[in-house]
């Protein structure tokens, strides 16, 4: 029978004091919000600080710079080829779940030749998304269509009301905001259908060496929130509330049943989806080209869970 214990039951210590960044105020950081917020981090024995870091690659800066040690963030390839010691031990995104949302007029991909597609930051996921979807309608980035960094959401939102931009990339409950603000959505790209690594669980493979029982409480409470957010819809969503900041129904039900369909059970990264961003990658660093996509990811934590039982136990507890 598999035992649930917690590192400060374990080693008779106090609940250890750990950071842990995310980069988005997003459906797809919901699970980090829930770990913190239903007590599944201190389950496993860890005080989590949640630092938020506002774009992708400022967080993949903080996390190389080992401060904080881990962080759930989809740029860990990048990092990784320009030579930092940074992997993923899970993954919630196995696809791109961006919508391109455009000022009205604009009703077509196709019809974005000369115009503006703003993004959060250089190297952050909505501009890998972005470069992907320019590669896909065959536009040349900046030629084409130029790139222009604009911010956060909201930034990006008032970019388009100001007309500094003409389209950006939204995940599920941004479309529900820019709806609202009559822009419209003219492209899903799940519908490319491409499996593409996307935000996932980062650390170092130092940090897993030095501090492997603090890495797997951590991850313990990262698996154990997917579970819960699929069994507590309306506990999960005063959560997203609180986050987000915002209480619309609509909102709340966007970002819930986006994160529900996205995210598996068993959260392993795609290796699949990692060779996808090296092919993309290739072009522009030359690394790409002989790179496994074994060397992104550490899967020994998620596998010694499946041993322990884990996983079993949780689909007891969450049947």
């Known amino acids: 029978m598999f035992l649930v214990l917690s590192l400060d039951r374990a080693e008779g210590h106090e ?3 750990i950071k842990i960044g995310y980069p988005a105020i997003s459906y797809n950081q919901i699970h980090i919000w829930v770990t913190k917020e239903a007590g599944l981090f201190k389950r496993y024995g860890l005080d989590a600080d949640l630092v938020f870091f506002r774009g992708g690659q400022t967080a993949t800066q903080a996390l190389v710079a080992g401060d904080p040690p881990i962080v759930n963030i989809g740029t860990v ?3 990784n080829l320009q030579g930092h010691d940074v992997v993923l031990i899970a993954a919630s995104e196995n696809a791109y779940a961006y919508s391109v949302v455009a000022l009205p007029g604009i009703t077509r991909v196709e019809q974005l030749r000369g115009k503006k597609l703003g993004v959060s930051g250089f190297g952050s ?4 998304a972005a470069l992907i979807l320019l590669s896909r309608f065959k536009f040349e980035p900046n030629k084409d269509v130029a790139i222009v960094v604009a911010g956060p959401t909201m ?3 008032a970019a388009m009301t100001a007309g500094t931009i003409d389209t950006t990339l939204l995940t599920a409950t941004e479309v529900v905001t820019a709806r609202k603000r009559g822009y419209s959505e003219i492209y899903d790209m799940l ?3 491409v499996e593409i690594q996307g935000n996932g669980f980062a650390t170092s493979r130092s940090y897993i060496k030095n501090q492997r029982a603090t890495v797997m409480a951590a991850l313990k409470g990262y698996v ?3 579970h819960y957010i699929h069994h507590n819809k309306e506990a999960t969503q005063k959560i997203i509330a609180k986050y987000l900041r915002n209480s619309d129904p609509e909102v709340l039900e966007a970002a819930y049943r986006g994160f529900v369909k996205m995210v598996p059970a ?3 990264p795609t290796l699949k989806g990692i060779e996808f961003l090296l092919d993309q990658f290739s072009a522009k660093i030359p690394q790409a080209k002989s790179a496994k996509p074994e060397q992104f990811v550490d899967l020994s934590l998620l596998q010694d869970l499946e041993r322990e039982g884990f996983f079993t136990d949780l689909a007891k507890r969450y049947p």
């Open 15 to 17: 609940p250890k004091s």
């Open 155 to 157: 930034d990006r939102l």
């Open 125 to 128: 996921a909505s501009h890998n």
């Open 191 to 193: 519908d490319m259908g």
């Open 266 to 268: 068993k959260p392993y």
């Open 224 to 226: 154990e929130a997917i």
């Open 77 to 79: 390839v990048q990092a």
